[in-house]
């Protein structure tokens, strides 16, 4: 990605990535020691009669044998016409506090790319996986964003144009961790 910026020191991420029995379970905490807040894209949802947040939901990106999971505003691929990109919701995270999440998927861990509309998939195996969380400080964003309430839980609506050059990402350390995982041919 172009311009990107990963680990800013004063935003941390610490993580744990499991592969049960059960599925894949991927815990964070990510730690904003800056003076400013910041919004981190971390609340996928899925369409329902509107928005529904699901915690199992993860875009993928495979590349040989590393799986990245990614949580954040993925940029459209160049000569791609979108009439509405897909955009996570994002939460608050005010200067000097930390918080925790935690998702969890079924392995095969299902493909999600929301520009890609092959309906071929494959199984692939991967023996590498990381983490990577899209975050923006509040002093990038203009307009503001839109706070709205789905399920009880307060998160803000960022639209594409205004985050996709200023987004930031938290990224892990690669882990050894083998799994299965479906992917677009």
Same mark, same amino acid.
């Given at each position: 990605?172009?311009?990107?910026?990963?680990?800013?020191?004063?935003?941390?991420?610490?993580?744990?990535?499991?592969?049960?029995?059960?599925?894949?379970?991927?815990?964070?905490?990510?730690?904003?020691?800056?003076?400013?807040?910041?919004?981190? /894209?971390?609340?996928?949802? !899925? %369409?329902?009669? +509107?928005?529904?947040?699901?915690?199992? =939901?993860?875009?993928?990106? $495979?590349?040989?044998?590393?799986?990245?999971?990614?949580?954040?505003?993925?940029?459209?691929?160049?000569?791609?016409?979108?009439?509405?990109?897909?955009?996570?919701?994002?939460?608050?995270?005010?200067?000097?506090?930390?918080?925790?999440?935690?998702?969890?998927?079924?392995?095969?861990?299902?493909?999600?790319?929301?520009?890609?509309?092959?309906?071929?998939?494959?199984?692939? /195996?991967?023996?590498?996986? !990381? %983490?990577?969380? +899209?975050?923006?400080?509040?002093?990038? =964003?203009?307009?503001?964003? $839109?706070?709205?309430?789905?399920?009880?839980?307060?998160?803000?609506?960022?639209?594409?144009?205004?985050?996709?050059?200023?987004?930031?990402?938290?990224?892990?350390?690669?882990?050894?961790?083998?799994?299965?995982?479906?992917?677009?041919?």
């Amino acid at each position: 990605m172009e311009n990107e910026l990963i680990n800013d020191k004063n935003v941390r991420l610490r993580e744990s990535i499991v592969v049960t029995k059960e599925g894949l379970k991927v815990a964070y905490e990510i730690d904003n020691q800056s003076n400013e807040d910041i919004y981190v /894209f971390d609340l996928m949802f !899925r %369409l329902a009669q +509107g928005p529904v947040l699901d915690s199992s =939901l993860v875009y993928t990106v $495979v590349e040989d044998d590393l799986l990245t999971l990614f949580l954040g505003v993925l940029r459209i691929p160049e000569g791609l016409q979108v009439e509405i990109p897909d955009v996570p919701f994002a939460r608050r995270l005010p200067a000097k506090e930390t918080m925790k999440s935690v998702f969890k998927a079924p392995i095969p861990l299902p493909f999600r790319q929301p520009y890609e509309w092959n309906d071929r998939e494959e199984m692939r /195996f991967t023996s590498k996986i !990381r %983490l990577r969380i +899209g975050y923006i400080f509040e002093k990038d =964003l203009n307009p503001r964003p $839109v706070m709205r309430k789905i399920g009880g839980v307060e998160l803000f609506s960022v639209g594409y144009r205004q985050t996709i050059d200023v987004q930031r990402f938290l990224e892990s350390q690669t882990s050894e961790v083998k799994m299965r995982v479906l992917v677009k041919p």
